[in-house]
């Protein structure tokens, strides 16, 4: 099952996921990017290239991986554990336009 553009709110808990690939063993959190320019990343900083110069950005795969640990606690909390599988792996879609350095994750 596919989910696009997802907000679930639990108690003191929230989180917004751009993609959510449910299956039978494994769960997939996609998150998507849309830069038109040069993305870098220097260990877990990174930033784009604009007419200004180089901006910070987040953590693309860090923010996907806040996601999953947010999505498992609300999962629990709700008591759907025994219901689906708890393995989620995440990976960011960035636009076609992109340019990523070989050093890029």
Known sequence: MV?????????NLSVQIDHLLL????NYILESKYFSSVLVSNNENFSIKTSKGYIGIPNPMLQAERQIDTL??????????????????CCVLVSPGTHLPKKTP
Request: net charge negative.
């Open 3 to 11: 989910i696009h553009d997802i907000r679930l709110e639990v108690n």
């Open 23 to 26: 299956g039978r063993t494994r």
């Open 72 to 89: 498992i606690k609300i999962i629990n909390e709700l008591n759907l554990d025994a219901d689906m599988a708890l393995t989620f792996d």
